[in-house]
């Protein structure tokens, strides 16, 4: 930056000294006069110039200095946002696998807890079949022993009467 503005001041100097003999134009707000105001002899003019172009770029080297601690500091403020910002990235992500962790442990506690279920029901339905196996061999075992009874109370009939 500092050598950009060192070459329009010495592009503004070489147009006043050569260019000082064409006709007076209208000069931009952003160019600073370098003209002496009073005539005067040519070595204090040339020491005049010397002193206003020093005091430029002194200028020029104040503001480039604190163009460059603004960016320095806000450099440094967007890093500081930056570390903020992936700390709670870090921050999420740990919270996430916490709880992806913790829906795995209950997931696979509820999947245990079906399986025992399953196997209960299973259980139950096989208890249940046997039952129904054992009352149907009873509610044969019952008719053939109501046969046999009804034979006996014939054959009592039969002898008795």
């Known amino acids: 930056m500092a050598f950009r503005a060192n070459q329009q001041l010495r592009d503004d100097i ?3 000294r ?9 000069e931009p707000e952003n160019i600073v006069s370098l003209a002496p105001s009073a005539p005067r002899e040519g070595g204090a003019t040339a020491l ?3 002193h ?3 005091e430029i770029f002194k200028n020029l080297e104040n503001q480039a200095r604190e163009a460059e601690a603004r960016l320095q500091s806000v450099c440094e403020n967007l890093a500081e946002k930056l570390r903020f910002a992936e700390q709670q990235r870090d921050s999420a992500e740990r919270a996430r696998r916490e709880v992806v962790n913790e829906l795995n ?3 696979q506690d509820v999947s245990r807890a079906l399986q025992q279920a399953q196997s209960r029901i299973v259980g139950a339905e096989e208890r249940t079949v046997a039952a129904e196996y054992r009352a149907q061999a009873a509610e044969a075992k ?7 009874l009804a034979a006996v109370e014939e ?3 039969k002898r008795l009467l």
């Open 142 to 148: 019952l008719y053939k022993a109501n046969q046999e």
């Open 14 to 16: 070489w147009d006043y």
């Open 48 to 50: 005049d110039l010397v």
């Open 155 to 157: 054959a009592i009939r």
């Open 18 to 26: 050569y260019k000082s003999s064409a006709p007076a134009a209208v």
């Open 105 to 107: 442990g209950k997931l």
């Open 52 to 54: 206003q172009a020093a």
